[in-house]
């Protein structure tokens, strides 16, 4: 236990988390491609066509784990954000401003893949659907939390800034959802469902699971490595970033 | 010196904000003749159909009194932070919480009172039933404030940065979206006759809430953008 606070006191030092990210973060990548390879050919290859869908129903294997994310990455940012606005550490900050476009990223794609799954299965490209109409604000949102922390000259200040942006849209996120709900149910009747009445099929199922795992550590790869860079950046002036850029190009 | 009490204080921000509002009272009239004009631009888009126009009237009017306040925010800080008066309530004995509750009362007095008034005459223009007039406007008197406390938290977070009115509107916008869903649907099931209580209590429970968290989160948005 004392050394597991240790250790994550050690977390909270810009140097020593740089190092340890740069550690881990080859391990992420090689997990979260060896997950992906798997997955994606569990559910591009193995994985029969559906029964309604066809083919067309592959698009699920990006689709959900990147739906998912998006809502993850939030929270991940959130807590963060919470805990930069409270108790003032940098590396609160730089992880919940460094999520902060990765879980944009995840949106978009949520958008982008559910339009072109929704052109064969709906006809149409976009409809007023509360998922996907919840998914473009939550977009938005991400938007506003990015725009906040460039808009400030003094990176720390917009970090915190944006940082308490975030923890407002996290209290209001629940509401935009349900309140678009609302507001669908009483224009539109019965919306389409994601999912069937009938459970998803096992052989479909676990590449999903594996997709969703592997959507995780590239989360996890891609923070690392954001984290790393504005890290440096942000320590510019600092003796320890001084010694390691001076390290890297002396050894490659 | 003494300080002064938190009521004293408190009217005494107020006074001052309405007195400055009233000093430029042509810069108050912009939302107005903003929303006027934005209104009037509906019909010459969509049409002269009264069927279509009436259909939409109330979306377009809560639509409409949004932007016209999102216009104004700008200006909360603006004039105090550059004459130094906002480092100045910063440091008052008196919470700075209270003082953002005088700031906010002016702001919806000054901005949203007259977008009220003419609000209805833009939703009779547009043709709504005056069955769903008193709802549009109760709609607005809820919403209004919500938008105003809303507003006022980001308008603070965004105080130190350069310029932050189109900033403004990405951070207000998304989070606006339950305030007209609500708001608009309330009209809405006014103008087919179905009860429009449900989505106004939502707003008036919104509201309470917001009236007790948002000075304080102003407080602290305000502290963040500022750096003290």
Sequence with gaps: ?252 | MSAASLGGAFRTMLVRDLLLAWRRRGDAMLPVLYAIIVATLFPFALGPEHALLARIAGGVVLVTVLLAMLLALDNVFRGDLDDGALEQMLLAPQPLSLLLAARMLAYWLVTALPLLLVAPVLAYMLGLEPAAQPVLLLALLLATPLLALLGIVLTALTAGTRRSGMLLSLMLLPLAVPIVIFAAGAVGAAQQGLPWVAPLAWLAAALALALVLAPLACATALRIALDT
């Design chain 1, 1 to 252: 236990m004392n050394a597991f606070k240790l250790w994550y006191h050690k977390l909270g030092s810009p140097p020593y988390f740089y190092v340890f990210a740069g550690y881990i973060q080859p391990w992420l990548w090689t997990i979260a491609l060896l997950l992906a390879a798997v997955g994606l050919y569990g559910g591009l290859v193995l994985a029969p066509p559906d029964a309604l869908q066809g083919d067309a129903f592959r698009i699920i294997f990006v689709h959900v784990p990147a739906a998912w994310m998006s809502l993850f990455v939030y929270g991940v940012m959130a807590v963060s954000a919470f805990v930069a606005v409270i108790w003032r550490p940098k590396m609160a900050e730089v992880l919940a401003m460094e999520s902060a476009p990765i879980g944009a990223a995840f949106t978009l794609i949520a958008l982008i893949t559910g339009s072109l799954w929704g052109k064969p299965m709906w006809g149409t490209y976009w409809t007023w659907d509360a998922r996907l109409t919840s998914e473009l604000v939550l977009f938005f949102i991400y938007l506003g939390i990015i725009g906040l922390y460039h808009a400030f000259d003094d990176p720390r200040q917009g970090a915190r800034a944006a940082s308490f942006l975030a923890m407002i849209g996290a209290v209001n996120l629940p509401i935009v959802h349900y309140s678009v709900v609302w507001w669908n149910t009483l224009h539109q009747g019965t919306t389409v469902h994601y999912f069937g009445p009938s459970s998803i099929a096992p052989s479909m199922l676990w590449p999903l699971l594996l997709m969703t795992i592997a959507a995780k550590f590239y989360y996890g790869a891609s923070l690392m490595g954001r984290s790393r860079v504005a890290l440096l950046s942000l320590e510019r002036g600092k003796d320890w970033v001084a010694d390691e850029v001076r390290g890297d190009t002396a050894h490659g």
